[in-house]
């Protein structure tokens, strides 16, 4: 029965929530045609996202010990919907299960919701990247991300891969992509295992891509963010702001950018003109960054800082990345978390500026250029980064297959505070 005076279920993309029976079980229908994550937890509400292949509703059950609460999700014609639960209570483990009208049971999911932002308390999160589902980049890492209990999982990119051949290039051939990488039983476990929070990189539309192949192929960019935000919906009213921050109790805010949509191409000069985040995403990055109270800031970039291969990082786009790290200059607590090049690494930048690199969790393993200065260390394996935050330290881990862990570092706030 559901709590109205404690909870409340509202609308979100115009889909409405409501308690409902479930409707008759299909005899054919399988696992593989439906998929749930809950997504962007904060302390009084998360987001479900469902994917059916032939129902067009789901019913959400979310269990508080043994009050139960049931809403509806509308399913568009292409077998999307979104909802968000609000009205939730702060710092709490809910068990969430979505069943389609066609009688697919997805769950239990872990629902856990943000504290509120006075609250100290512990948080670990594991952040991941690189994604194939390719039985080549099989191994147990995954199990282990899972075993390792994390609050939270953050996805860095290229979750799906989408331009594997034939690449997709339609609304059609990319939903299936996001479908398959959904319901392949090994990522739907990782899904079940906590909220997740994510950010496309390249390959979630297409290799590298940047301002210039926006303009060359606007019908497929249109389908690519078309189908992410199906699958990935935000809060965002505009649907072209997709970089966001979540905060989780007194010590930790997250600044997730968004390093594709408002880049200039790659090849541009590396001037005052040459943007990776748009005028608007610094401002507000360098403006949420000085006002967080948090004593952890975590900045979360699907691209490195420098230290790559190729030119598809920040290490193209070094006039706006130096002026971003001198104007936080002074600030406590600052870490940049990212992927993309395919091996763990933990990196020392100006200002003593610090950077951790995960990835990839099933994808192949790249081959990195010298180590130079600034690259403390690498790891060239399949690999997750694990986050364990306290009132006082970070603790990173990096871990491999087998539950190996490849590295581990601690970190106070005065270790991550840029000074000049």
């Known amino acids: 029965m559901s709590d109205p005076t404690r909870r409340d279920f509202v609308r979100l993309l115009g889909v409405g929530a409501a308690a409902v029976r479930l409707a008759g079980c299909g005899d054919d229908a399988s696992p593989r045609d439906a998929a749930a994550a809950v997504l962007d937890p904060t302390a009084s509400g998360l987001l479900v996202a469902v994917w059916a292949r032939r129902a067009r509703t789901a019913t959400i059950e979310l269990r508080d010990g043994d009050a139960v609460m049931t809403a509806q999700v509308e399913l568009d014609d292409a077998g999307s919907g979104a909802i968000e639960l609000t009205g939730l209570a702060a710092a709490t483990t809910y068990?969430?299960?979505?069943?389609?009208?066609?009688?697919?049971?997805?769950?239990?999911?872990?629902?856990?919701?943000?504290?509120?932002?006075?609250?100290?308390?512990?948080?670990?999160?594991?952040?991941?990247?690189?994604?194939?589902?390719?039985?080549?980049?099989?191994?147990?890492?995954?199990?282990?991300?899972?075993?390792?209990?994390?609050?939270?999982?953050?996805?860095?990119?290229?979750?799906?891969?989408?331009?594997?051949?034939?690449?997709?290039d339609t609304l059609a051939s990319y939903r299936e992509r996001h479908a398959e990488i959904r319901t392949l039983p090994r990522f739907r476990t990782l899904l079940e295992a906590a909220p997740l929070v994510a950010i496309y990189d390249d390959h979630e539309f297409r290799n590298n891509w940047d301002a210039a192949f926006v303009a060359a192929e606007p019908a497929r960019y249109a389908a690519a963010m078309t189908v992410w935000d199906e699958f990935f919906p935000v809060r965002e009213a505009d649907p072209e702001i997709r970089y966001r921050a979540w905060r989780w109790g007194a010590h930790v805010e997250c600044f997730v950018l968004d390093t594709r949509r408002f880049r200039s191409a790659n090849a541009a000069p590396d001037d005052a003109n040459k943007t990776m985040l748009g005028a608007a995403q610094k401002a507000w990055l360098l403006d949420g960054l000085a006002r967080s109270t948090a004593t952890f800031k975590l900045v979360l970039t699907s691209v490195p800082l420098d230290y790559g291969t190729g030119d598809d990082h920040w290490a193209s786009f070094t006039t706006e990345r130096d002026a971003i790290l001198d104007a936080i200059v002074g600030i406590p607590g600052i870490l940049f978390v990212t992927a993309d090049q395919h091996w763990f690494a933990a990196h020392r930048h100006a200002h003593g500026v610090r950077e951790i690199q995960v990835g990839p969790l099933a994808r192949g393993i790249a081959t990195p250029g010298p180590v130079v200065d600034g690259v403390l260390f690498r790891g060239l394996q399949y690999n997750a980064g694990l986050l364990d935050v306290t009132s006082d330290r970070i603790v990173v881990t990096a871990i491999g297959p087998g539950g190996e862990r490849l590295y581990e570092e601690t970190l106070t706030a005065a270790d991550l505070t840029p000074r000049r």
């Open 95 to 168: 068990e969430l299960t979505v069943t389609t009208a066609d009688g697919i049971v997805l769950g239990p999911h872990v629902a856990r919701t943000a504290p509120s932002d006075d609250v100290a308390t512990a948080l670990r999160i594991a952040v991941i990247a690189d994604i194939d589902p390719s039985p080549e980049f099989e191994t147990d890492l995954v199990e282990h991300v899972i075993a390792a209990r994390p609050d939270v999982i953050v996805s860095l990119g290229d979750f799906p891969y989408t331009d594997n051949g034939p690449p997709a």
